[in-house]
Protein backbone atom coordinates (compact mmCIF):
# COMPACT_ATOMS: atom_id res chain seq x y z
CA UNK A 1 0.00 0.00 0.00
CA UNK A 2 1.10 3.96 -0.20
CA UNK A 3 4.72 3.46 1.77
CA UNK A 4 5.47 7.02 0.49
CA UNK A 5 7.26 9.21 2.81
CA UNK A 6 6.69 13.23 2.75
CA UNK A 7 8.52 15.85 3.60
CA UNK A 8 11.98 16.89 2.94
CA UNK A 9 13.30 14.95 6.17
CA UNK A 10 11.76 11.76 5.84
CA UNK A 11 10.55 10.12 8.85
CA UNK A 12 10.59 6.17 9.90
CA UNK A 13 7.02 4.71 9.02
CA UNK A 14 5.41 2.35 11.51
CA UNK A 15 3.34 -0.13 10.57
CA UNK A 16 2.94 -2.51 13.45
CA UNK A 17 0.60 -4.50 13.17
CA UNK A 18 -2.27 -5.97 10.28
CA UNK A 19 -5.40 -4.31 11.59
CA UNK A 20 -6.81 -0.89 9.95
CA UNK A 21 -5.93 1.06 12.76
CA UNK A 22 -4.80 4.48 11.26
CA UNK A 23 -2.67 5.08 14.53
CA UNK A 24 -0.56 2.13 13.39
CA UNK A 25 -0.18 3.17 10.09
CA UNK A 26 0.89 6.73 10.61
CA UNK A 27 4.09 8.48 8.82
CA UNK A 28 5.87 11.72 9.94
CA UNK A 29 7.86 14.23 8.19
CA UNK A 30 9.59 16.87 9.64
CA UNK A 31 11.54 19.51 7.86
CA UNK A 32 12.14 23.36 8.56
CA UNK A 33 12.60 24.28 4.79
CA UNK A 34 14.84 23.27 1.83
CA UNK A 35 17.71 24.69 4.38
CA UNK A 36 17.40 22.02 6.40
CA UNK A 37 16.60 19.44 4.22
CA UNK A 38 19.66 16.68 5.75
CA UNK A 39 18.48 17.54 9.36
CA UNK A 40 17.79 13.65 11.37
CA UNK A 41 14.72 12.23 10.89
CA UNK A 42 12.32 11.75 14.00
CA UNK A 43 10.65 8.78 14.68
CA UNK A 44 7.11 7.95 13.71
CA UNK A 45 4.55 8.64 16.47
CA UNK A 46 0.89 7.65 16.41
CA UNK A 47 -1.90 8.39 18.31
CA UNK A 48 -5.57 6.68 17.93
CA UNK A 49 -7.20 10.46 18.42
CA UNK A 50 -4.96 11.82 15.55
CA UNK A 51 -4.93 10.87 11.74
CA UNK A 52 -3.09 14.03 10.60
CA UNK A 53 -1.40 16.90 12.96
CA UNK A 54 0.00 19.53 11.12
CA UNK A 55 2.38 22.15 13.09
CA UNK A 56 3.95 25.20 11.66
CA UNK A 57 3.55 23.91 8.43
CA UNK A 58 5.60 26.23 6.00
CA UNK A 59 5.73 26.29 2.10
CA UNK A 60 7.16 28.84 0.21
CA UNK A 61 7.32 29.75 -3.62
CA UNK A 62 10.32 31.97 -4.28
CA UNK A 63 10.09 34.25 -2.26
CA UNK A 64 5.92 33.97 -1.87
CA UNK A 65 4.50 32.63 1.46
CA UNK A 66 1.84 30.13 0.54
CA UNK A 67 1.45 28.16 3.78
CA UNK A 68 2.63 30.31 6.44
CA UNK A 69 2.70 28.76 10.24
CA UNK A 70 -0.37 26.28 9.80
CA UNK A 71 -2.02 24.18 12.30
CA UNK A 72 -4.32 21.47 11.54
CA UNK A 73 -5.56 18.32 13.25
CA UNK A 74 -8.14 15.23 11.49
CA UNK A 75 -9.17 12.71 13.48
CA UNK A 76 -9.35 9.46 11.99
CA UNK A 77 -12.84 8.89 10.31
CA UNK A 78 -13.07 12.83 10.23
CA UNK A 79 -14.49 14.14 6.80
CA UNK A 80 -12.98 17.75 6.64
CA UNK A 81 -13.91 20.48 4.02
CA UNK A 82 -11.40 23.17 3.69
CA UNK A 83 -12.55 26.59 1.85
CA UNK A 84 -10.81 29.76 0.89
CA UNK A 85 -10.02 32.12 -1.76
CA UNK A 86 -8.67 30.72 -5.36
CA UNK A 87 -4.85 30.90 -4.74
CA UNK A 88 -4.97 31.00 -1.11
CA UNK A 89 -2.64 27.35 -0.80
CA UNK A 90 -5.35 25.16 -0.53
CA UNK A 91 -4.45 22.31 -3.26
CA UNK A 92 -1.02 23.09 -1.94
CA UNK A 93 -1.43 22.18 1.62
CA UNK A 94 -3.35 18.95 0.39
CA UNK A 95 -0.16 18.25 -1.66
CA UNK A 96 1.77 18.13 1.18
CA UNK A 97 -0.39 15.87 2.84
CA UNK A 98 -0.61 13.34 0.08
CA UNK A 99 3.15 13.41 0.25
CA UNK A 100 3.58 15.17 -3.09
CA UNK A 101 5.32 18.36 -2.28
CA UNK A 102 8.29 17.88 -0.02
CA UNK A 103 9.82 21.37 0.15
CA UNK A 104 8.19 22.20 3.03
CA UNK A 105 8.48 24.05 6.85
CA UNK A 106 6.88 22.65 9.72
CA UNK A 107 6.00 18.85 10.78
CA UNK A 108 3.35 17.22 9.43
CA UNK A 109 1.99 14.03 10.25
CA UNK A 110 -0.44 11.91 8.32
CA UNK A 111 -1.24 8.41 7.50
CA UNK A 112 0.99 6.15 5.55
CA UNK A 113 -2.32 5.03 3.54
CA UNK A 114 -3.43 7.44 2.04
CA UNK A 115 -5.02 8.42 -1.23
CA UNK A 116 -5.65 11.44 -3.66
CA UNK A 117 -8.07 12.25 -6.26
CA UNK A 118 -8.38 15.02 -8.06
CA UNK A 119 -10.60 17.81 -10.27
CA UNK A 120 -9.35 15.79 -13.26
CA UNK A 121 -9.61 12.05 -13.27
CA UNK A 122 -6.21 11.84 -15.00
CA UNK A 123 -6.58 8.24 -15.99
CA UNK A 124 -3.96 6.69 -18.79
CA UNK A 125 -5.83 6.31 -21.78
CA UNK A 126 -3.58 3.51 -23.08
CA UNK A 127 -4.81 2.10 -20.01
CA UNK A 128 -8.17 -0.19 -20.01
CA UNK A 129 -9.86 1.15 -16.57
CA UNK A 130 -9.14 -1.70 -13.95
CA UNK A 131 -5.38 -0.89 -14.98
CA UNK A 132 -5.96 2.27 -14.28
CA UNK A 133 -7.51 1.48 -11.02
CA UNK A 134 -4.42 -0.57 -10.31
CA UNK A 135 -1.74 1.93 -11.18
CA UNK A 136 1.25 2.26 -9.01
CA UNK A 137 -0.14 -0.27 -6.62
CA UNK A 138 2.96 -2.32 -5.15
CA UNK A 139 3.12 -6.05 -5.91
CA UNK A 140 1.02 -7.96 -8.59
CA UNK A 141 -2.43 -6.82 -7.56
CA UNK A 142 -4.59 -8.79 -9.73
CA UNK A 143 -7.57 -7.30 -12.17
CA UNK A 144 -10.57 -9.19 -9.08
CA UNK A 145 -8.45 -6.01 -6.56
CA UNK A 146 -9.54 -3.35 -9.11
CA UNK A 147 -12.89 -4.72 -10.36
CA UNK A 148 -14.05 -5.42 -6.58
CA UNK A 149 -13.38 -1.16 -6.39
CA UNK A 150 -14.96 -0.44 -9.23
CA UNK A 151 -17.86 -2.17 -8.52
CA UNK A 152 -18.14 -0.05 -5.00
CA UNK A 153 -18.39 3.12 -7.33
CA UNK A 154 -21.12 1.57 -9.45
CA UNK A 155 -18.55 1.01 -12.45
CA UNK A 156 -17.68 -3.09 -12.41
CA UNK A 157 -19.03 -3.28 -15.76
CA UNK A 158 -16.39 -0.75 -17.16
CA UNK A 159 -13.58 -2.73 -15.80
CA UNK A 160 -12.54 -3.35 -19.63
CA UNK A 161 -13.53 -0.27 -21.52
CA UNK A 162 -10.92 2.16 -22.23
CA UNK A 163 -10.88 5.48 -20.48
CA UNK A 164 -11.95 7.72 -23.32
CA UNK A 165 -15.13 5.84 -23.72
CA UNK A 166 -16.24 7.17 -19.86
CA UNK A 167 -18.42 9.92 -19.52
CA UNK A 168 -17.00 12.40 -17.44
CA UNK A 169 -18.76 11.11 -14.09
CA UNK A 170 -17.77 7.81 -14.85
CA UNK A 171 -13.75 8.85 -15.40
CA UNK A 172 -14.12 10.50 -11.90
CA UNK A 173 -15.75 7.79 -10.15
CA UNK A 174 -12.90 5.61 -12.08
CA UNK A 175 -10.55 7.80 -10.39
CA UNK A 176 -11.85 7.43 -6.77
CA UNK A 177 -12.02 3.83 -7.07
CA UNK A 178 -8.11 4.07 -7.57
CA UNK A 179 -8.16 6.16 -4.34
CA UNK A 180 -10.45 3.53 -2.72
CA UNK A 181 -8.29 0.50 -3.94
CA UNK A 182 -5.50 1.83 -1.75
CA UNK A 183 -8.05 1.51 1.45
CA UNK A 184 -6.38 4.72 2.37
CA UNK A 185 -6.58 5.91 6.06
CA UNK A 186 -6.77 9.35 4.65
CA UNK A 187 -8.58 10.36 1.42
CA UNK A 188 -7.68 13.55 0.00
CA UNK A 189 -10.11 15.21 -2.73
CA UNK A 190 -9.07 18.31 -4.53
CA UNK A 191 -12.41 19.59 -5.75
CA UNK A 192 -13.14 16.17 -7.19
CA UNK A 193 -16.90 17.23 -8.53
CA UNK A 194 -15.78 20.40 -9.67
CA UNK A 195 -15.91 19.71 -13.74
CA UNK A 196 -19.28 17.58 -13.07
CA UNK A 197 -22.53 18.79 -14.61
CA UNK A 198 -25.28 19.19 -11.33
CA UNK A 199 -26.94 16.27 -11.39
CA UNK A 200 -23.56 13.79 -11.57
CA UNK A 201 -22.26 16.30 -8.98
CA UNK A 202 -25.26 15.49 -6.33
CA UNK A 203 -24.65 11.79 -7.41
CA UNK A 204 -20.97 11.58 -7.13
CA UNK A 205 -21.33 13.52 -3.73
CA UNK A 206 -23.99 10.91 -2.27
CA UNK A 207 -21.39 8.62 -3.43
CA UNK A 208 -18.20 9.59 -1.66
CA UNK A 209 -20.11 10.31 1.66
CA UNK A 210 -21.81 6.49 1.57
CA UNK A 211 -18.20 5.43 0.97
CA UNK A 212 -17.15 7.08 3.51
CA UNK A 213 -19.38 6.17 5.91
CA UNK A 214 -18.18 2.59 4.91
CA UNK A 215 -14.81 3.24 4.37
CA UNK A 216 -14.35 5.22 7.87
CA UNK A 217 -11.14 6.97 6.48
CA UNK A 218 -10.66 10.68 7.31
CA UNK A 219 -11.30 12.92 4.42
CA UNK A 220 -10.11 16.50 3.40
CA UNK A 221 -11.91 17.87 0.47
CA UNK A 222 -11.35 20.95 -1.06
CA UNK A 223 -14.19 23.06 -2.53
CA UNK A 224 -15.08 26.22 -3.63
CA UNK A 225 -18.65 24.99 -2.81
CA UNK A 226 -19.75 26.24 0.67
CA UNK A 227 -23.49 23.98 0.31
CA UNK A 228 -21.01 20.68 -0.27
CA UNK A 229 -19.06 21.27 2.01
CA UNK A 230 -21.95 21.94 4.47
CA UNK A 231 -23.80 18.29 2.90
CA UNK A 232 -20.46 16.51 3.57
CA UNK A 233 -18.29 17.58 5.94
CA UNK A 234 -18.10 17.27 9.87
CA UNK A 235 -15.98 20.70 9.70
CA UNK A 236 -15.79 23.17 7.08
CA UNK A 237 -12.34 25.17 7.93
CA UNK A 238 -11.69 28.13 6.03
CA UNK A 239 -8.24 29.17 4.83
CA UNK A 240 -6.32 32.23 4.62
CA UNK A 241 -3.18 34.14 4.47
CA UNK A 242 -1.31 30.65 4.62
CA UNK A 243 -3.08 29.53 7.59
CA UNK A 244 -6.49 28.34 8.50
CA UNK A 245 -7.76 31.61 10.10
CA UNK A 246 -11.58 29.66 10.67
CA UNK A 247 -13.32 26.82 11.38
CA UNK A 248 -16.80 25.80 12.53
CA UNK A 249 -18.39 22.55 13.04
CA UNK A 250 -20.91 21.15 11.12
CA UNK A 251 -23.16 19.66 14.00
CA UNK A 252 -26.29 19.00 11.83
CA UNK A 253 -28.25 15.25 11.64
CA UNK A 254 -27.30 13.26 8.40
CA UNK A 255 -28.35 13.69 5.19
CA UNK A 256 -28.03 17.13 5.80
CA UNK A 257 -31.13 19.11 4.63
CA UNK A 258 -30.37 22.57 2.91
CA UNK A 259 -33.81 24.31 3.95
CA UNK A 260 -32.92 23.51 7.56
CA UNK A 261 -32.77 26.81 9.21
CA UNK A 262 -29.33 26.02 10.81
CA UNK A 263 -28.19 24.54 7.30
CA UNK A 264 -28.98 28.13 6.30
CA UNK A 265 -26.89 30.08 8.98
CA UNK A 266 -23.65 28.13 8.32
CA UNK A 267 -23.97 28.31 4.53
CA UNK A 268 -24.29 32.48 5.52
CA UNK A 269 -21.55 32.32 8.09
CA UNK A 270 -19.14 30.66 5.55
CA UNK A 271 -20.15 32.64 3.06
CA UNK A 272 -19.42 35.54 5.14
CA UNK A 273 -16.09 34.67 5.98
CA UNK A 274 -15.41 34.18 2.57
CA UNK A 275 -16.58 37.30 1.73
CA UNK A 276 -18.99 36.40 -1.16
CA UNK A 277 -22.06 36.85 0.92
CA UNK A 278 -25.25 38.21 -0.75
CA UNK A 279 -26.59 38.91 1.91
CA UNK A 280 -24.05 40.97 4.42
CA UNK A 281 -27.06 41.95 6.81
CA UNK A 282 -27.90 38.03 7.67
CA UNK A 283 -24.84 37.23 7.94
CA UNK A 284 -23.79 39.85 10.27
CA UNK A 285 -26.80 38.96 12.48
CA UNK A 286 -25.83 35.12 12.66
CA UNK A 287 -22.43 36.03 13.47
CA UNK A 288 -23.59 38.19 16.22
CA UNK A 289 -25.92 35.50 17.50
CA UNK A 290 -23.14 32.60 17.58
CA UNK A 291 -19.41 34.36 16.92
CA UNK A 292 -17.67 33.18 14.91
CA UNK A 293 -14.48 31.49 15.93
CA UNK A 294 -11.15 32.75 14.77
CA UNK A 295 -8.90 29.64 14.96
CA UNK A 296 -5.76 31.38 16.32
CA UNK A 297 -7.85 32.87 18.99
CA UNK A 298 -9.29 29.94 20.45
CA UNK A 299 -7.41 27.88 23.49
CA UNK A 300 -7.61 24.10 23.09
CA UNK A 301 -10.10 22.61 24.85
CA UNK A 302 -9.34 19.19 24.12
CA UNK A 303 -5.94 19.28 22.43
CA UNK A 304 -5.54 16.49 20.24
CA UNK A 305 -3.67 13.63 22.09
CA UNK A 306 -0.37 13.17 19.72
CA UNK A 307 2.38 11.48 21.26
CA UNK A 308 5.35 13.80 19.62
CA UNK A 309 8.07 14.98 21.36
CA UNK A 310 8.58 17.42 18.44
CA UNK A 311 5.34 18.92 18.11
CA UNK A 312 5.88 21.52 20.77
CA UNK A 313 6.12 24.81 18.18
CA UNK A 314 4.88 26.77 20.94
CA UNK A 315 1.65 27.73 18.37
CA UNK A 316 -2.40 27.68 19.24
CA UNK A 317 -4.06 24.46 18.36
CA UNK A 318 -6.52 24.31 16.44
CA UNK A 319 -9.85 23.74 18.57
CA UNK A 320 -11.76 20.98 17.20
CA UNK A 321 -15.68 20.88 17.80
CA UNK A 322 -16.81 17.72 15.90
CA UNK A 323 -16.16 14.26 18.04
CA UNK A 324 -19.44 12.76 17.59
CA UNK A 325 -20.37 13.93 14.01
CA UNK A 326 -19.87 11.38 12.29
CA UNK A 327 -20.78 8.72 14.65
CA UNK A 328 -24.60 9.30 13.76
CA UNK A 329 -26.76 6.61 12.23
CA UNK A 330 -29.23 7.54 9.43
CA UNK A 331 -31.73 5.77 7.17
CA UNK A 332 -31.26 7.11 4.14
CA UNK A 333 -28.83 9.10 1.19
CA UNK A 334 -31.87 9.44 -0.80
CA UNK A 335 -34.38 10.96 0.76
CA UNK A 336 -34.47 13.88 -1.17
CA UNK A 337 -32.47 15.85 -4.06
CA UNK A 338 -31.05 18.30 -1.52
CA UNK A 339 -30.09 15.70 0.96
CA UNK A 340 -26.33 13.58 1.24
CA UNK A 341 -24.23 12.19 3.49
CA UNK A 342 -26.55 9.43 5.47
CA UNK A 343 -24.64 6.71 7.17
CA UNK A 344 -25.96 3.41 6.05
CA UNK A 345 -24.17 -0.14 6.65
CA UNK A 346 -25.94 -1.32 3.84
CA UNK A 347 -25.09 0.78 1.03
CA UNK A 348 -27.15 -0.96 -1.74
CA UNK A 349 -30.45 -1.47 0.00
CA UNK A 350 -29.64 2.07 0.74
CA UNK A 351 -29.76 3.73 -2.77
CA UNK A 352 -33.55 3.19 -3.78
CA UNK A 353 -32.65 2.60 -6.90
CA UNK A 354 -30.83 5.95 -7.42
CA UNK A 355 -27.35 4.99 -9.64
CA UNK A 356 -24.12 6.87 -8.71
CA UNK A 357 -23.25 9.12 -10.95
N1 LIG B 1 4.72 24.89 -8.19
C1 LIG B 1 4.41 26.17 -7.95
N2 LIG B 1 5.27 27.16 -8.26
C2 LIG B 1 4.99 28.44 -8.01
N3 LIG B 1 3.84 28.85 -7.43
C3 LIG B 1 2.95 27.91 -7.10
C4 LIG B 1 3.18 26.53 -7.34
N4 LIG B 1 2.12 25.85 -6.89
C5 LIG B 1 1.25 26.76 -6.42
N5 LIG B 1 1.75 28.00 -6.54
C6 LIG B 1 1.11 29.24 -6.12
O1 LIG B 1 0.69 29.09 -4.79
C7 LIG B 1 -0.56 29.73 -4.60
C8 LIG B 1 -1.53 28.74 -4.01
O2 LIG B 1 -1.84 27.79 -5.01
P1 LIG B 1 -2.91 26.65 -4.74
O3 LIG B 1 -3.05 25.88 -5.99
O4 LIG B 1 -2.54 25.91 -3.53
O5 LIG B 1 -4.19 27.54 -4.44
P2 LIG B 1 -5.68 27.06 -4.24
O6 LIG B 1 -6.17 27.67 -2.99
O7 LIG B 1 -5.79 25.59 -4.36
O8 LIG B 1 -6.34 27.78 -5.48
P3 LIG B 1 -7.64 27.37 -6.33
O9 LIG B 1 -8.79 27.41 -5.37
O10 LIG B 1 -7.74 28.42 -7.35
O11 LIG B 1 -7.41 26.01 -6.90
C9 LIG B 1 -0.96 30.26 -5.95
O12 LIG B 1 -0.67 31.62 -6.01
C10 LIG B 1 -0.12 29.50 -6.93
O13 LIG B 1 0.17 30.28 -8.04
Request: contains cysteine.
Amino acid sequence: MATDIHGPVTGLATEKGTDKGTEERTEQATGTGAANAAAPSTAASSSPSVAVQVDGLVRAFGDRVVIDGLQLTIRPGEFVALLGRSGCGKSTLLRVLAGLDREIGGEVLAPRRKAVAFQAPRLMPWKKVWRNVLLGLPGRPERETAVRALAEVGLGHRADAWPKTLSGGEAQRASLARALVREPDLLLLDEPFGALDALTRIKAQRLVAELWQERGCAVLLVTHDVEEALLLADRALVMEDGRIAYETAVDLPRPRDISDPRFAALRARLLARLGVTEDTEQAAELTTQEPEKPVLDTAPEEAPEVDNEHRNTGQPHIQNENQNANQSTHQSTHQNENRVAGRSTNRNANRNGTEAP
